[in-house]
């Protein structure tokens, strides 16, 4: 093992350098197995290769980690172990391989996991953290106004890295986590080359650069021969690529962050204009970087602190062929571990970073065999109908507002039917007094795992459906009461399963729970009651050019004869293709662009948005002195009763930057009248979600006759 068979044969030396990456920047992981006779040999080109090629060898012998920590453990119970003839030598193309957990998740395991599936130890290779701001602190007002491409900063910033680079050590320089802006003139006249329509405003990576490779070229200059490995991180959402042609000094190895792309699809996919994007954002930032560049890699999910499950190998398992043929570096991939949301996700990453062409099918078939035992089948088919799932979306958008988007209750209930049906096979083992074998405990204990995230994706989608379709507030916050207590019971069983220790605030699932408590005060008589609930479908009409008005969306009843004549010529995919001119038909419990309003070429649709509805008011409830209510809506919106503007709601262009409510509340009594109202939308779609993802209501404050 390791030393020792190197020692012993020294030309498996030889073997191991023949294949493993020559002048590598970071390190060089190469295994070796071979059988000679009696003896076997196994080892690698370093200590922790020498520790992956004991765990390909016991891989041969069946032994599997498919999750940190015992549930993932996977041991045949084998009389006899035997060795064929072993001959094998393999080098990965990336030299950094790992994942790191994020934000309070529990990382008990973690490095035993990911020796044991062929990544690097988190800790054995530095990544570009966040660190800019305390190199220029007094440089600006705040740590994202400094002057960047002010020669003064660049020097600045190289006397307080000096002491490091002088050592040969490797050091951050990455932007802190938020939007730059500045009054300095060339930092100005830089950041107007390119607008980033990611982050809706100027980029700011040509003036970054500036900064960057000023302070490289200094440290150079004084030290030529310091190995110093400067890195920074390039966000796409807020970093493309330089509008420039420019060489970047080589000290300089970039980590590119696909944060707010598509995490579903895969850069080939037509499905997604956005991954296409980055595949070419990509590219660019590897050919200036030359084989520097890094993937901040990200697996904590869409689904973010809903604990659902939501798989990313589909897409990986293409992209990570791209990367290689790319020549980056490698991953490092932010997780929260959560393993009912991320499942094997981790596990095939590993596999996939040690080797682009493992086959993925292979790999889950091995998964769902001995991972579940005599539950394999149901479990398989359990398994496949959520990756069908998230194989087929069109949606390109992230978080928890895509839920029902792909969590459909028909889908939902198959997954019950085929639980119960894994359960049964099962139900042998647990006959009174019968002793259990390790792996059969586990075979129970992984079921058990599964019935409790599926309990909780039960109740999640019901809780959605109940508050988002049905305004029913109190049916939801009784599911959603429900499906905490089934993600607390998955937090007991195993605190990796979850995110429970991040919960704060409106973003988290229990924030919207009380949200919800809040929402049916004022329906229920407590701070208001209801009056009406508005109609679930709207008519819709998009109007890119914002010149809605002046085509007259707002004048008349909405003309409906195209869409009664043509609504069964548009699925989901094709509702990209409907005519911009004509009226169409929208539900207020999903948001537009998940139901398949896209622009022609796939692109998530931006621009102006129409919603109308008529709603009958009586005398006694316009008394009442009614207001509107949106629970749930996203951008900046006008509302019109029979044509006159009645609010407006101002909202910041980066969704993620508002209340995480997303709620707006306005009151009508000034434009209702006694009998039919016409009501309008319309909403400002810049980039990402728009318009309506929870069915609005009228409401009668409570105290509202005696104001």
Known sequence: MGQAALAARPELVDRLAAVRKKNPYFRADAVVLWRDGARVYVAGANDESHYFAAAELLREWGVRWFMPGAIGECIPEEKRLTVGMLDAVYAPPFEIRNFWVAWLGENAGLEDFQLRNMMNITSSVKVAGHALGKYTKGLGVGPFSVPLSDPDTAESVARAVDPLYTKGEDFSLAMEDGLYASSFPRDHELMALRWDKYSLRPSVTDAMLELLNGVARRAREKHPDSGSKILFLAYSNMFLPPARDMALEPSLFGTLAPIDIDPIHAMGDPQSPPKQEYKAILERWSKLLNGRLTIYDYDQSMLLWRDLPNPTHQAFQQDVKVYRDAGVLGFTTESRMALATTITNLYLRGRLMWNPDENVDALLEDFYVRFFGPAQKPMRDYWRAIFDAWNKTIVTEHEYFIVPAIYTSELVDRLGVLLLEAERTVDNLRAPGRPLSRNEAAYLDRLHF??????????????????????????????????????NALTEMNKSFTTTPLEKGYAFWSGEVQQYRALDALVNGEKGRLIVKLPLEWSFHRDRDGKGRAMGLLDGPPDLTYWRAHTGDYDLDRRKDYPADEWEMLRTDLYAQAQGVRAPDRQGFTGDIWYRTDVDVSADQLAARPHIHFPGLFGECDLFVNGRETARRTQNILWWLNDARFEWDAPLSDTLITGTNAIALRCRVPHHMGGMFRRPFIYAPVDARTQ
């Open 450 to 487: 599964v019935r409790l995230a599926y309990e909780t994706l039960k109740s999640y989608v019901a809780m959605v459906r109940a508050a988002a379709t049905d305004v029913d507030y109190q049916r939801a916050v009784v599911a959603g009461e429900a499906g905490l207590r089934a993600r």
